[in-house]
Nanobody, 126 residues
Framework: QVQLVESGGGLVQAGGSLRLSCAAS????????MAWFRQAPGKEREFVAA????????VYAASVEGRFTIPRDNAKNMVTLQMNSLQPEDTALYYC???????????????????WGQGTQVTVSS
């Protein structure tokens, strides 16, 4: 059974940092593009960041560019989201997702992704 499990969420003050992790099981995700999305209360899910299976391509939402990074560790079947300079508007439920099509070009749409985790909550206080 394929599973993506997020961890690392929590409460942080504005300006602080958090690192989210996504651990994959049930298949090898070395050839899969991985992404993070988020959804705030009352808002639609939005793209945050993605990294190609090779690690050679990374794309970010404009709202997080320069503050967030998305490293991956294929040996550990894991992808992380390093979030710095957090702001209250970053408060959301963060989801990890996997695109198993084999494409090395990260998509920004939720429709590009096949598997999803349950999410981890990030709350940034002002």
């Amino acid at each position: 059974q394929v599973q993506l499990v997020e961890s690392g969420g929590g409460l942080v003050q504005a300006g602080g940092s958090l690192r989210l992790s996504c651990a994959a099981s049930g298949r090898t995700f070395r050839r899969d593009t991985m992404a993070w999305f988020r959804q705030a209360p009352g808002k639609e899910r939005e793209f945050v960041a993605a990294v190609s299976w090779s690690g050679g391509r990374r794309v970010y939402a404009a709202s997080v560019e320069g503050r967030f990074t998305i490293p991956r560790d294929n040996a550990k079947n894991m992808v992380t989201l390093q979030m710095n300079s957090l702001q209250p508007e970053d408060t959301a439920l963060y989801y990890c997702a996997a695109d198993i099509s084999g494409s090395d070009y990260p998509g920004r749409s939720g429709y590009d992704y096949d598997f999803w985790g349950q999410g981890t909550q990030v709350t940034v206080s002002s």
